[in-house]
T-cell receptor, first 115, second 114 residues
Framework: AQSVTQLDSQVPVFEEAPVELRCNYS??????LFWYVQYPNQGLQLLLK??????LVKGINGFEAEFNKSQTSFHLRKPSVHISDTAEYFC?????????????FGTGTQLKVEL | ETGVTQTPRHLVMGMTNKKSLKCEQH?????MYWYKQSAKKPLELMFV???????ENNSVPSRFSPECPNSSHLFLHLHTLQPEDSALYLC?????????????FGPGTRLLVL
């Protein structure tokens, strides 16, 4: 079984400032890691994913995340945010083997970008 | 546009009503999912269908009944719901059940049970 912890329920930040959204996971097996974004009144959209290889993963809209196996973390970063980045961000994991394509999600982090 | 559509987008129903949620994907995927999204809680996986067969049922109450008539369509039939069932119901699809394939989500149906 896996679990995902997103400690920050809300993160306010000014436009053009950098931001980091934290994600920690717990799993007894190897996992794939994902970040999804949900804009108001919309479904979830994939930002980026880590399957294997380089631990630094680049995604859409200028976001990137770094997989740290020793710290079981997959924090999401953006060097300069825009008003349009205001949304809810979800971290998710799934087992590399077994368990089908079942994703386990965190509770989400609401990013609010202010002028 | 994710290629996954859901209807209706909003639904209000009484506890004695029967209604159905519909999901349709035009991405050629063969795995489809129902999730429940409640405020301040992680997304809860409800059902998984792979090649039109149900492969997972996460202890969902029987008042929720899924149906997958073909690989492009997924329904969630609702009857005698409770107010705590009010939530956003999200449908998703993916190319196949195994692997690191991305799940593509629809916009959801916002359900309110009175």
């Amino acid at each position: 079984a896996q679990s995902v912890t997103q400690l920050d329920s809300q993160v306010p930040v000014f436009e053009e400032a950098p931001v980091e959204l934290r994600c920690n996971y717990s799993s007894s097996v190897s996992v794939y890691l994902f970040w999804y974004v949900q804009y108001p009144n919309q479904g979830l959209q994939l930002l980026l994913k880590y399957l294997s290889g380089s631990t630094l993963v680049k995604g859409i809209n200028g976001f990137e995340a770094e997989f740290n196996k020793s710290q079981t973390s997959f924090h999401l970063r953006k060097p300069s945010v825009h008003i349009s980045d205001t949304a809810e961000y979800f971290c998710a994991v799934r087992s590399v083997t077994g368990g089908g394509n079942k994703l386990t999600f965190g509770t989400g982090t609401q990013l609010k970008v202010e002028l | 546009e994710t290629g996954v559509t859901q209807t209706p987008r909003h639904l209000v129903m009484g506890m004695t009503n029967k209604k159905s949620l519909k999901c349709e994907q035009h991405l050629g995927h063969n795995a489809m999912y129902w999730y429940k999204q409640s405020a301040k809680k992680p997304l809860e996986l409800m059902f998984v269908y792979s090649l039109e067969e149900r492969v997972e049922n996460n202890s969902v109450p029987s008042r929720f009944s899924p149906e997958c008539p073909n690989s492009s369509h997924l329904f969630l039939h609702l009857h005698t719901l409770q107010p705590e069932d009010s939530a956003l119901y999200l449908c998703a699809s993916s190319p196949r059940e195994e692997g690191g394939e991305t799940q593509y989500f629809g916009p959801g149906t916002r359900l309110l049970v009175l």
